[in-house]
């Protein structure tokens, strides 16, 4: 492996800037992945081979990008795994019918401001080999996605995982998640269907009967190894190969269906029994190697795809300007009113819609999905980056403003800097 | 809860009837002629000081495009990188002040063909050649 010694300067590098600016961002009340996703920016060509650009090109050789973008593949597919390890069914108990309104109108709402915004974007910074469908729809779904993952952490550290403001967020957030997920993959296959083996009928029926194989019969085999757990009370690193394999196995199968491999670590997560312990002591296992050493590696890559000086000019800034404008419009403004519709307060509305207009890490994986699939030109792709990072680092100080600082305070302290950093 | 279920009906079902009227109504629209990708020269006809530039074969352009707005990276000597625009079939690109191409695409012919024009500061003379399109996906990193 010739380019071995490249690599690994590159991860110590990515992983130094990535803690740096996540131990920053943490100082200013940001989740350590918000310092981290700026990270991967600030690495690529939009600051690092702008100012250096000598020692961006010694740093991240073309020739050898292909290694950390497949290192990133990996730690993507673990860190989508155990976003669906956290998605638990017992969130929806008693409270599924406020949540489904929410996440409903939370995605319904934004969809169709996106597929709106396509109307006026799709001939000025589309072109021809895309089609207005495949566009639309997947500016629609990038307009509507949660990160779940972000959201749960933010209401972790702030204690109020089981306030009512909480729980509608988790429950709608988790809704969201998975209907946005599927929505995703039925773009991804509407798109991939013409570069395909197989005709459009046969991967959809193949899509039916994995899902349903999941569902129901993987589902309770994986229940024998809750049962395993509970018994020895221990993950042996047999089992953990097994999961491994499994992840893989059922990756390959979505990205052979044409829906990516993503979705397949996902429903594998998603599929896994929760009721022990033993979903906790697999995120244990997975957890630190995924997130503090693999994703950051996801960020850098993305951060070399981005380049802000592709949004030059007042024209450019002013697509960017208009794609932000509608993405909060969307996603704030229709999860604020659902929930105010819903029956909570306007304050505690107001709460619910910034936490559901976090993006954060998701809508990245969305819009590195839609690059390579060809629907998103470079500067749409740069544009929608900005807009990610902005939704997401909006959150923080606007849930301060509009909830902690005037409704009941004392309920929610400010947590000490958490020295784990608050991990996606 | 009769009004939450209006609430729902309206908030979920007038937007998803809205995003099939719109699909509808952007089938009609066009977008830019798609020009990214690989651009292989075919003839030149090059001269004098332009030679110290091109060599004796004109340079491989690569084009990266978002809409209107082209990136145009040509391995030439200095691998220079231009930027500029797409009107119609027409491209004007520059680098600072130094370098400009201008370039006519035509769409009749399959792959797309291209009559490109380059010019530098210093230099009277002009190069000029025709290139063939070879489509590539646009997703790996921004090159150097």
């Known amino acids: ?424 | 809860m009769t009004k939450l279920l209006i609430s729902y009906l309206l908030l979920v079902g007038v937007p998803i009837l809205g995003v099939f009227g719109l699909l509808r109504l952007g089938a009609n629209l066009a977008a830019p002629v798609a020009v990214a990708g690989e651009w292989l020269p075919s003839e030149a006809a090059s001269s004098g000081c332009m030679s110290g530039l091109v060599g004796e074969q004109p340079p491989k352009m690569t084009i990266a495009q978002s809409g209107r707005l082209l990136v145009v990276s040509l391995n030439d000597a200095n691998h220079s990188v231009l930027t500029g625009k797409l009107d119609g079939l027409a491209i004007s690109a520059e680098s600072g002040s130094r370098l400009w191409l201008r370039a006519a695409v035509d769409k009749s012919a399959d792959p797309y063909l291209m009559q490109v024009e380059l010019t530098v500061s210093d230099c009277p003379e002009a190069v000029q050649w025709s290139a063939t399109r070879v489509p590539v996906a646009q997703n790996q990193p921004a090159s150097h």
């Open chain 1, 1 to 424: 492996m010739p380019h071995l010694p490249t690599l690994l300067i590159q991860i110590g590098v990515v992983l130094v800037v990535a803690r740096l600016v996540g131990f920053l961002f943490r100082k200013i009340h940001q989740p350590q992945v918000m310092g981290e996703m700026v990270a991967g920016i600030l690495l690529g060509p939009s600051l690092l081979g702008w100012v250096a650009p000598g020692a961006y090109s010694a740093l991240f050789p073309s020739e050898s990008l292909g290694f950390l973008s497949s290192l990133s593949q990996i730690g993507l597919l673990l860190f989508m795994f155990l976003v669906g390890l956290e998605l638990d069914p017992k969130m929806l108990q008693g409270r599924g019918r406020m949540a489904l309104v929410i996440s409903h109108v939370s995605i319904t709402v934004p969809f169709f401001l996106g597929v709106l915004l396509a109307v006026y974007i799709y001939p000025r910074l589309s072109d021809e080999s895309v089609s207005f469908t495949h566009f639309a729809l997947f500016i629609g779904t990038s307009m509507s996605i949660t990160a779940f993952p972000v959201l749960a952490r933010i209401l972790s550290e702030r204690r109020m995982l089981h306030s009512r403001l909480g729980v509608i967020a988790i429950a709608s957030a988790a809704i969201n998640d998975v209907t946005g997920w599927l929505i995703l993959a039925g773009v991804v296959l509407l798109v991939r269907a013409g570069d395909t083996a197989l005709p459009l009928w046969v991967t959809l029926a193949g899509v039916v009967v994995y899902i349903a194989c999941m569902l129901f019969p993987v589902r309770s085999l994986l229940a024998r190894l809750d049962a395993i757990y509970q018994r020895k009370k221990v993950l042996s690193q047999d089992v953990l190969a097994f999961l491994l394999i499994f992840v893989l196995a059922s990756s390959w199968l979505t990205e052979w269906l044409g829906i990516h491999a993503l979705f397949g670590a996902f429903l594998a997560g998603a599929v896994l029994p929760k009721q022990s312990g033993f979903v906790h002591a697999l995120t244990e296992k997975l957890n630190d190697t995924a997130v503090v050493l693999l994703l950051p590696l996801f960020f850098a890559f993305t951060g070399l795809r981005t380049s802000i000086g592709l949004v030059s000019g007042a024209e450019m800034w002013f697509y960017t300007t208009l794609i932000v404008l509608v993405a909060i419009a969307g996603k704030f403004g229709g999860s604020t009113y659902a929930a105010r519709v819903s029956g909570m307060p306007w304050r505690e509305a107001g709460a619910l819609g910034i936490l559901m207009n976090t993006r954060g890490l998701m809508e990245l994986v969305l819009l590195n999905i839609g690059l390579d699939i060809g629907v998103l030109s470079p500067a749409l792709f740069t544009m929608l980056v900005l807009m990610a990072l902005i939704t997401t680092f909006m959150t923080a100080p606007i849930l301060e403003w509009i909830y902690f600082s005037r409704l009941v305070p004392q309920e929610y302290p400010d947590p000490e800097a958490d020295p784990a950093g608050g991990q996606p």
